[in-house]
Each structure stands twice: as structure tokens, then as C-alpha cells.
């Protein structure tokens, strides 16, 4: 049972580089999220998919692109990397139903230099 | 969606219960409140949610008053595993992506 599986758990990259984070889920839920956590703040939702193939802005967008590849995949990519997204990123999903709660992958922990 | 208030940090010897308080005053009728928790830096991990009942699972109680303008967790026999930043979110069930995730509440559990 694996839940939601992110790739790769750790990246260095130089400023200007390029990368895509892969998320992965299955659950066969709808929604799926991308968040980073700075140190000593709470999670801030980057983008977000309602649905396999829409995607939508969250509260700190600038700097990245997604896509919704299918149902199980999301995945965050950064075109050109500065040290300012230097951060752990998580993805999630959920069934965005009544009832259901949101499951977490384990993090990806970037530093950009 | 609400914002929530909590104690940045609190302690808690092991074997007692751990009671977590969340303030959300400006809460509206149809709003939930969740709880998550993060062990560590890993994802975080969901615990127990309610509108307006108190609610029990095996991980934890949770009371909401019945004003709804707080809640508090309780965990009851809390484990050095317990140790761990704790969120409170006040959002409309289906709608994850309006969660606001705070700074939390840093429990430690002590031996």
C-alpha cells in the first residue's frame, strides 16, 4: 500500500538549472496538491488538479509549472531554479469528498545554490 | 476558509494525556475542523476531524465546543512517538485546497 511516492527524496541543483519533481499516487483520488514548507513555517500550496487534466494556482505559483499527467501522476517543475526555492516540497491527495482527508507523500528536500 | 489559532509549543510527559487546543473563532456553519500532524519532517499525517460532535478514533478525541470557536485534541496516553507538530485547519469538507496550514503546535512528549 504505498500511498502517495515522491521522487527524488533529495536534489542540489546551480541557480538556472532545471528540474521536475514526480508525484505519484494510488488511491484513484481526484485531487492532488503541491506544497512547500520553508523552515520553522507551515506548508504553502503551490498548484493544485481537481481532476486529471485541469490544474489551477495555489498561494505561491510563481517559478513553477505542473502537470497532471493521468489520474495517478502530478508533477512540478521548475524551469529555472533559484536559491529562493530552497524548500521541502510535498505532494498530496485526496478524494475531495465529505469525509476524506488528504494523504501526504514523504518530501523532496531541495537546495538550490 | 477560517484561520486557527494554537500554542506554538507545549510538552507533555509520556503515559499522560496531551490535550491541544485550537482556537477558531471566525469558524462558518459548514466548515470542519481537521487535524494533522507532522513527525519530524515527513508528510504530514492526517488524524481526526469534526463539525460540530465530538469525535474518537484510535489515534485520538477530538472536542469541539459548542459554539464551535475552538477544539481541542486529546491525546490520550501519549507516546514519545507522539512527539510532533500538530495543525489545526478549519475548512469546508471537499475543499483541500483551501487548507491553511499554520505553524502548529510543537508537542513534545517527554520521557
Known amino acids: 500500500n504505498a500511498g502517495v511516492t515522491q521522487t527524488p527524496k533529495f536534489q542540489v541543483l546551480k541557480t538556472g538549472q532545471s528540474m521536475t519533481l514526480q508525484c505519484a499516487q494510488d488511491?484513484?483520488?481526484?485531487?492532488m496538491y503541491w506544497y512547500r514548507q520553508d523552515p520553522g513555517m507551515g506548508l504553502r500550496l503551490i498548484y493544485y488538479?481537481?481532476?486529471?487534466?485541469?490544474?489551477d494556482k495555489g498561494e505561491v505559483p510563481n517559478g513553477y509549472n505542473v502537470s497532471r499527467l493521468n489520474k495517478r501522476e502530478f508533477s512540478l517543475r521548475l524551469e529555472s531554479a533559484a536559491p529562493s526555492q530552497t524548500s521541502v516540497y510535498f505532494c498530496?491527495?485526496?478524494?475531495?469528498?465529505?469525509?476524506?482527508?488528504?494523504?501526504f507523500g514523504q518530501g523532496t528536500r531541495l537546495t538550490v545554490v | 476558509d477560517a484561520k486557527t489559532t494554537q500554542p506554538p509549543s507545549m510538552d507533555c510527559a509520556e503515559g499522560r494525556a496531551a490535550n491541544l487546543p485550537c482556537n477558531h473563532s471566525?469558524?462558518?456553519?459548514?466548515?470542519?475542523v481537521y487535524w494533522y500532524r507532522q513527525i519530524h519532517s515527513q508528510g504530514p499525517q492526517y488524524i481526526i476531524h469534526?463539525?460540530?460532535n465530538n469525535e474518537t478514533n484510535e489515534m485520538a478525541s477530538l472536542i469541539i465546543t459548542e459554539d464551535r470557536k475552538s477544539s481541542t485534541l486529546i491525546l490520550p496516553h501519549a507516546t514519545l512517538r507522539d512527539t510532533a507538530v500538530y495543525y489545526c485547519?478549519?475548512?469546508?469538507?471537499?475543499?483541500?485546497?483551501?487548507?491553511?496550514f499554520g505553524t502548529g503546535t510543537r508537542l513534545k512528549v517527554l520521557a
Open positions: 498530496a491527495s485526496s478524494a475531495d469528498r465529505r469525509n476524506t482527508e488528504a494523504f
Open positions: 488511491m484513484n483520488h481526484n485531487s
Open positions: 488538479s481537481a481532476s486529471e487534466g485541469t490544474t
Open positions: 471566525t469558524i462558518s456553519g459548514n466548515e470542519y
Open positions: 469534526g463539525l460540530k
Open positions: 485547519i478549519a475548512a469546508h469538507p471537499g475543499r483541500t485546497y483551501k487548507y491553511i
